[in-house]
């Protein structure tokens, strides 16, 4: 197989430099265990100036725990989480939420583009209000969806005031937090805590870290005892300093939007060769990192066979074609040429 760069998941990139330098920093001599390091402490701040307030922040190894256990944290097992149905929570962490909330049940709901609506969540949350049914406690979002495209600024704000009028809680899913505000142009604040959202599930990996996600609670009377959960769950690093110092190196000079600019606009590069193909079709709006297409089964078959490698059953179906921060301008070139030529 020749040597190229891969689509199937923006987790296939490595370490960006700055992070590995960041890492490679933090590893001189000794520092105190169990989050009470410089590293962890300043990168904590950072966040809290990025998100301009004073918001509460845990480091755990991956986006599963991330969410479980900030969910775990908003609710009560005979509580509900209100989903989209094509959510990472609902179709994709082996039941994670329910396990670390004791039995709190995905309520999943339909919605264009991979998005919530407030009638959406109004119609789930108003079906039932007897004790024979799981109480509806929280609404999660994912920012960028699942497929692709993003929540603007008042889409978020309208969900929250549906989700606050009813006694709900608002929790997001950030895996791809970094190239939603670099789609939109806007401060991350804008589209967290001024919007009404609660807790934000920031992904790391993605942006170029080597294992991390941060859990930055804008609410910090939710966060009581968070740390305890995190340990029960066997997320609290012993040696937290080489979780948190990568976030330093991709969060100085917004070098996380730099990134994330990049692969949203290697995603758009794709976009448009895909849409010169014959036979190709794409199924969602491309406003993040990743292009999602109908492809003949056999331009599939022939793409597989020529060694690249992409998913077909995240989403709604089709292809999906993923951008990470280290996709090269030749790798989508070369997609491209073997998709018109497996198309003609």
């Given amino acids: 197989m020749r040597a190229m760069q891969h689509f199937a998941s923006d987790n296939y990139a490595g370490i960006c430099p700055e992070a590995a330098a960041a890492f490679a920093a933090a590893n001189a001599g000794h520092a105190p265990a169990y989050g009470e390091d410089d590293w962890t402490r300043r990168v904590s701040d950072r966040l809290r100036a990025l998100f301009d307030t004073d918001c509460d922040v845990y480091f755990v190894f991956n986006g599963t725990a991330a969410n479980s256990l900030a969910l775990a944290a908003l609710c009560q097992s ?5 989903c989209h ?56 979002l994912t920012q960028s969806t699942e497929v692709g495209t993003v929540y603007q600024p008042y889409e978020v704000a ?36 001024r919007a009404g959202v609660d807790v934000l599930c920031f992904g790391g990996t993605k942006m170029g870290l080597p294992v991390g996600e941060a859990v930055v609670f804008f609410d910090r009377t ?76 056999h331009v599939l078959t022939g793409l ?3 060694g690249w490698r992409f998913y077909t059953f995240i ?9 990470g921060w280290d996709t090269l301008p030749d790798s989508v070139d070369a997609l491209l040429a073997d998709l018109r030529a497996l198309s003609a």
Wanted: glycine share 10%.
């Fill in 304 to 306: 597989r066979e020529r």
């Fill in 158 to 193: 309208a969900i929250s005031a549906c989700a606050r009028e009813h006694g709900l809680r608002v929790h997001m899913d950030g895996a791809r937090f970094a190239n939603a505000v670099a789609a939109l142009g806007v401060a991350p604040a804008d589209i967290t805590w």
């Fill in 315 to 323: 989403g709604a179906g089709g292809a999906r074609f993923m951008c």
């Fill in 222 to 297: 939710l966060s009581e005892d968070f740390a305890y959960r995190c340990k029960q769950a066997g997320q609290l690093a012993s040696k937290m300093r080489f979780l948190s110092a990568p976030w330093l190196g991709i969060l100085e000079g917004e070098v996380w939007l730099k990134h994330a600019r990049h692969a949203n606009a290697m995603a758009q590069r794709l976009a448009a060769g895909v849409q010169q193909v014959p036979g190709a079709k794409l199924l969602f709006p491309v406003e993040a990192n990743g292009v999602f297409c109908e492809l003949p089964e």
């Fill in 78 to 82: 005979y509580h509900s989480v209100v």
């Fill in 85 to 140: 149905e094509l959510a990472h929570v609902e179709t994709d962490e082996c039941g994670g939420p329910e396990f670390f909330s004791n039995g709190s049940k995905l309520l999943p709901a339909r919605g264009g583009n991979g998005k919530l609506t407030p009638a959406a969540v109004l119609e789930l949350i108003s079906r039932r209000s007897d004790v024979h049914y799981p109480k509806p406690r929280v609404v999660t």
